[in-house]
Structures are given as structure tokens and as C-alpha cells.
């Protein structure tokens, strides 16, 4: 089972066939009967065999149903040719053809010809019962009746006089009338709470991974760009990825490791499209085009809260015609000019043809001259339809598709900035079944405790891996790594120098399975190393605080600091193959700060220098051996901000970014980047910035720097 909640008010609870009668009771106590939303049933994969289970329940309740946000998410109706009720194809002249009476080939011609499907059947008369009953109606010269105790929908004198007009209206010989309506005035549905067009993650990374488009849908009907979205079971991290994708804030978490993993991957690897914001220059001009207006004149900020710039599908409704009082300007401005063309006509052929008794087609026996007014009659009677149509679809209703905003294709998108944070196991108090306290902590135990495990489980890593520093080459093997009964010290590792052939103690110290190592932890145990005459330290952590890159050594201990990857966090899911760079050294970033004539500061990054236990020399790589470096040129000492990226390496970081982007890349722009020199900038209000370098392993180290 796994969940879903949105701060809009929505709650989406994924379960099986089995659990819904149970779920169902629990969530009714929980959050009120009352607030129920529905129950949606989609498909999770192909079947197999005919009694195996294809489907899984999503259970939708809310907050407070008087308060529930819902964005219809809409797709395209089938053809018109499988729904009965439109069984009318309708051309230009507004001429009606039966289609049960046409050849497929005909219907395809009349088509061509620009004729619409069309349903002559709508019902226009109320279906509740009233005590008075409406006029008759005169239509083409017939009387139409509503029926006893009935009323017409729209009103004898305008609404109906309206549709009439618009040729909206047709009489299929019974006593009453029907409307038209056409396939393209609305052919879009609302999608129900079957969703069988789903399938499952074609090449799933999780073994509960639920399809992307089942979550983008409980997202796009409950949210708008910028509401929060929180996932307590994170799984592969699908929830993260498609509310980034759609502009939504998002929180999630979950107890395995693993799964985070998997979810940060995910989502700092993906790509997305742009979509265009409502409130940009660039979303007022295309909502001008796709409005036919004048584009806005408001001023713009960025501001995602306004949403995108959606496409829409018009909607229109009978009453809308009725409601258009343009009709009538648009149909007296013709009536007089057909009126009198219609007498000419009558005149010279010596009819008396009203407008709906005109044929379409001219007899070859009729005069040249009825043949030029009836051409002229049919010309000015498609022109008023067409321009009504156009008034028609002007003042139609729309409906926006939350699910297709428009695409700016010339911009690709990454995720924006996120956390990855994690707690720390805190003890458990067990308590009895007549609530007494029961401390196992206190109780003698055999065996390592929970803090020695993971002791162990680094120490054993260290072992089979070694120590990698950024030259492949340089690796410190062990020829032995025991435990040391020490304060902060844990382990002695022995190796032999590859130089002189010597054997070297080196002190391990680890840091906190969850946390920072501090500078302060550092000099304690280079200090510990040095009375027990150990040759060197070597500090293991996944994190170390900025101050801690400015201590490399303590008398004569030189102190190694080798980041953990986080892969050890799940290391009993691994195995220890000792191929992976599980403990990297990455030394002292050479960083030099220039003061330009204005005043301004420049950093220029010369390399990183790396201490080399085989030998004890500090030797630099230089900045190839950097992948990118950034600069907050404000530093406040408690979180790093990106104010400056700089991209490095002695590959083509370029041809790399530009394949992995697929897009080009503004070269001019590019090159401000590819620099080991940054651009100048004010001195900090702070009096400190910091760099930090980031080599091709993936490795970082920060430093801090004053700046008077």
C-alpha cells in the first residue's frame, strides 16, 4: 500500500483488491465518511493468465469535501462513427445527410467537401414536468409543439429564434423539434474512475514502482503548479519525479536506504520539458495567440503560482448560441441582401420559394440570370452561417487541458535545487505488558551494539577497498587492519611504503554513521595518533564541516581525509567486491584570490594538492582533475549557496553536457563557464566565501576563505 497526499486537500491511498472493504473503514473513522471522494480502479499490468489480478484501487478522500480542489483531466471521444447519435454529416450549405443512407465512399466525399458530423436529435425541451406548457413554436412554416406540461429549454422568443438562426435547429417530421449539434463543439471527456489504458513501468527500478502516468494523474486532478505534494513511501522516487515535472513542490521519504538512493538518481539525472508560465512575456504573448487578444500588459515576475499556459478545447453548448445576442447583428445584417436577392429569384423564375425551399443546386434549364442570383444567394447565405459559426466559436466556453501546457522545445529543464536529509536512529524504550520499562540497553549482551555494527561494517569495507585518492594509482592497501582500543582512534592499519619499502601505522578514525565531522574532532584524534606514535591519520565520514579543509596535519601526523561514499549507507545490501571507490582522498583545493582595480575579487582554482603517503609528498593535479567548481561569494557559515559554476576537466565537459542535455548549447555562454578563473564580483558582506571542487569521481571538498 502506499500513499499519496497533496496540500490542496487530496488523499490518495493505493491498495489491492483484498484491502478495500478494510481500508475503507479505517479512512471513513479517520478523515469522515463524508469526505469520500471515490474510487478509482486502474490497470497495472498485462495478464498472464485469465484469474490473475491486473488492477489495483486508488482510494481518493479529502480534508473537507466542501473544500476539495478538482481539475478535470480530459481526453479525446472516440470516432464519431462508432456513436450512434450522430449519425448526420452536415456540409457548409447546411444541407443534412443521413449517413444510414450514404456509401462509405459518399461519406468520405462529403467530408472532404468540409461537411461536420453532426447529432440532429438534442433534446430541447425540459424533461421536468411543468404546470404550464410553452407556446408552439413556428418553424420553416410547421407549428411545433413542447409537448403537454412540458417547456422549451431555451425560450420561444429569443434563445430559440437564436438557435433557429444558427441553423441549430431540425425538424425530423414528428410534432416537436431537435437540436444540432457537432461532433467538434465538444468532443472530449471527462476521464472516469477507470483508467484502463494504464500499464506498468516498462523497466521498473523498484520492485512495488508504480506507473508514472497513474501519479501524474492524481497529481494533475488535485494540484496546481506550485502546491506540495508529499509521498511517505518513496519507493523509486515516481512521486518526486513527476511533481517536479509539473511544477509541484514535493516532500518524500521513506525507512530504506535504497530507495533514496534510487529516488536522488532518479530525479537529479531526469530531464524535463519547459513549460510555459502564465506569468512570463513569453506566456502572455502565445495566451494572446491562443485567445485571439491582445496580449497582456501587466508586469511579469516568474511566478509559478499562476500556472501555465495550457491548451483548450472549446465547449459549446445550445444555450451559449442562445445566449449570443450577436447573432441577430450578424443575421440582419445579411437577412436584407438575401431578402432581396431571394425576390429577384422568385421573380425571374416566377416562384415563391421561402429561404429553407432554395435547392442547392441549379437546374441547367433555368436562365443565365437565375443562375447568377441563385449563385449570389447561396455565396451571401454560406457567409452569414460562416460568420455566425465564427461568433458561434468565439463565445464558446473552453475547457483548459491540465495535461498538455504548452512546450518552450528551445529550453530543456533539470530539477531544481533539493535536500536529501536523514535522522538518526534514536533509542527505543521497550516497555512490558504491564508498562513497566524494560532497558535492554543496560542488559549484558554478546556481540557488537548497534554503534560497533556499523563500526565494523566500515572497518571490513576499508579492508577489501583500500584508500583511492584522485590518481587511480595511488591507493593505500592494507596489509592489515585491526582494532585499537582508543577514545577516537578505532583501528591501526598497516601498509608498506611503496618507496622505500617501509611498513606504516596509520590511525583510522570514523565519523558518525549520521552527521559531520567537526575540525575540532579532527585535531582530538590527530592528537590521540600522535601518543600512540601512529605514522599518519586517516579520517573516514560522509560529511566534513567547511573549517575541517583547513587542518591537514598536527606536529609531525599527517592528517588523510577520505570521504565515504554513500553507498556504505546500504552496505549490507552490497557486495564487497573492493572495486568501488568506497573511500576517496581528495586533497587541498589550490585556490589563489585575486583583488582586481575596481576593487572587486576573482578566485582562480590552480588545482587540488594531495598528500602522497608512499612518498610524503604534497604534489597537485592541476585543474584537470577538477569536473566543476562553484563559489558562494557570501558565505554565512551554515548553508552553501551556488552563486557561481564553473565547469573543468581535461574531457569535453562541453560535448558531454550537450549530449546529455540533447540541445544545443549557447557556446559564448559556454565559455564564460569552462574557466578556472571566475567572473569578478563584490567583495562579501560576510567577509567569508567558500569554494567548493568537485573532481570526476564525484568527490568534494569545501574551503573557506576571509576576504577583508
Not at 34 to 55: D, G, H, L, P, Q
Not at 127 to 154: E, V
Not at 579 to 608: M, Y
Request: proline letters at 4%; hydrophobic letters at 35%; one cysteine or more.
Amino acid at each position: 500500500m502506499r500513499d499519496l497526499l497533496t496540500d490542496s486537500g487530496s488523499i490518495f491511498i493505493q491498495i489491492s483488491d483484498e484491502n478495500v472493504h478494510r481500508v475503507r473503514t479505517v479512512m471513513d473513522e479517520v478523515f469522515g465518511e463524508r469526505n469520500f471522494v471515490n474510487t478509482i480502479v486502474f490497470k497495472k499490468k498485462s495478464a498472464t493468465f485469465s484469474t490473475e489480478t491486473v488492477f489495483d484501487y486508488l482510494i481518493w478522500y479529502c480534508r473537507d469535501r466542501d473544500s476539495l480542489k478538482v481539475r478535470d483531466i480530459y481526453e479525446a471521444r472516440s470516432s464519431p462513427e462508432g456513436e450512434s447519435k450522430f449519425n448526420t454529416i452536415v456540409t457548409p450549405d447546411s444541407i443534412f445527410h443521413n449517413v444510414s443512407k450514404l456509401e462509405s465512399d459518399e461519406i468520405i466525399a462529403l467530408i472532404e467537401r468540409g461537411g461536420k458530423w453532426a447529432r440532429v436529435n438534442y433534446p430541447i425541451v425540459s424533461q421536468h414536468p411543468s404546470d404550464t406548457r410553452s407556446l408552439d413554436y413556428k418553424f420553416r412554416g410547421k407549428i411545433k409543439q413542447c409537448g403537454a406540461n412540458k417547456q422549451w429549454r431555451f425560450g420561444p422568443d429569443d434563445g430559440l429564434k437564436r438557435i433557429e438562426k444558427a441553423d441549430r435547429l431540425f425538424d425530423g417530421g414528428g410534432a416537436s423539434l431537435g437540436g444540432v449539434v457537432f461532433w467538434e463543439d465538444w468532443n472530449q471527456v471527462a476521464r472516469s474512475n477507470i483508467w484502463s489504458d494504464i500499464h506498468g513501468e516498462k523497466f521498473p527500478t523498484y520492485v512495488v514502482q508504480t506507473a508514472t502516468t497513474a501519479i501524474e494523474r492524481c497529481i494533475l486532478m488535485t494540484t496546481d503548479p506550485g502546491d506540495l505534494v508529499l509521498d511517505p513511501t518513496c519507493g523509486s522516487g515516481t512521486t518526486a519525479t513527476v511533481a517536479e515535472q509539473w511544477g509541484r513542490r514535493w516532500i518524500t521519504l521513506d525507512t530504506s536506504r535504497v530507495a533514496l538512493a534510487l529516488a536522488r538518481a532518479r530525479i537529479m539525472g531526469a530531464r524535463y520539458p519547459f513549460y510555459l508560465l502564465a506569468d512570463t512575456r513569453e506566456g502572455q504573448i502565445k495566451e494572446a495567440e491562443v485567445t485571439n487578444t491582445a496580449p497582456s500588459s501587466q508586469p511579469v515576475y516568474g511566478n509559478l503560482r499562476h500556472g501555465f499556459v495550457y491548451e483548450r478545447v472549446p465547449r459549446i453548448k445550445l444555450k451559449s448560441i442562445a445566449d449570443n445576442a450577436e447573432i441577430d447583428v450578424i443575421w440582419d445584417k445579411w437577412q436584407a441582401g438575401l431578402e432581396l436577392l431571394r425576390k429577384e429569384l422568385n421573380a425571374t423564375l416566377k416562384k415563391a420559394w421561402e429561404e429553407w425551399e432554395i435547392p442547392r443546386e441549379a437546374i441547367n434549364q433555368w436562365p443565365d440570370a437565375a443562375k447568377k442570383l441563385h449563385a449570389k444567394w447561396w455565396q451571401a447565405r454560406i457567409g452569414r452561417q460562416q460568420e455566425i459559426d465564427k461568433s458561434i466559436a468565439a463565445k464558446a466556453e473552453f475547457e483548459h487541458l491540465y495535461d498538455k501546457p504548452y512546450i518552450d522545445k528551445k529550453k530543456v529543464r533539470v530539477a531544481g535545487p533539493f535536500t536529501v536529509e536523514s535522522l538518526s536512529p534514536h533509542r527505543t524504550l521497550v516497555v512490558g505488558e504491564n508498562d513497566e520499562l524494560l532497558d535492554g540497553v543496560s542488559e549484558s549482551k554478546t556481540g557488537y551494539t548497534v554503534e560497533r555494527d556499523f563500526t565494523g561494517m566500515i572497518l571490513e569495507n576499508l579492508r577489501v577497498s583500500g584508500v583511492q585518492q584522485s590518481d587511480k594509482k595511488d591507493r593505500i592497501a592494507f596489509t592489515s587492519l585491526t582494532p585499537w582500543p582508543g577514545g577516537l582512534v578505532c583501528a591501526e592499519g598497516r601498509y608498506v611504503e611503496s618507496e622505500s619499502g617501509d611498513e606504516k601505522r596509520a590511525a583510522i578514525f570514523i565519523g558518525p554513521e549520521f552527521g559531520t565531522v567537526s575540525r575540532p574532532d579532527l585535531v582530538a584524534a590527530a592528537r590521540e595518533a600522535g601518543d600512540s606514535d601512529f605514522d599518519m591519520l586517516i579520517t573516514c565520514a560522509f560529511n566534513y564541516d567547511a573549517h575541517s579543509t583547513e587542518f591537514a596535519k598536527l606536529g609531525r601526523i599527517p592528517v588523510l581525509k577520505a570521504r565515504m561514499n554513500a553507498d556504505l549507507h546500504m552496505a549490507e545490501d552490497l557486495k564487497n567486491t573492493g572495486k568501488g571507490n568506497l573511500f576517496v582522498i581528495f586533497g587541498e583545493p589550490d585556490i589563489d584570490l585575486i583583488e582586481t582595480k575596481t576593487g572587486q575579487v576573482q578566485v582562480k582554482v590552480n588545482g587540488v594538492d594531495v598528500f602522497h603517503p608512499q612518498t610524503g609528498e604534497v604534489r597537485s593535479d592541476g585543474a584537470d582533475g577538477i569536473a566543476c567548481w562553484f563559489v558562494d561569494t557570501d558565505y554565512n557559515e551554515e548553508s552553501f549557496f551556488v552563486r557561481h559554476a564553473y565547469f573543468l576537466g581535461a574531457n569535453d565537459p562541453y560535448s558531454a553536457l550537450k549530449t546529455t542535455l540533447k540541445a544545443e548549447i549557447n557556446l559564448e555562454a559556454w565559455e564564460s563557464l569552462n574557466s578556472d578563473t571566475s567572473r569578478p564580483f563584490d567583495k562579501p558582506k560576510s567577509g567569508r566565501i567558500a569554494v567548493k571542487v568537485i573532481n570526476h569521481l564525484g568527490d568534494e571538498v569545501m574551503k573557506v576563505f576571509k576576504v577583508g
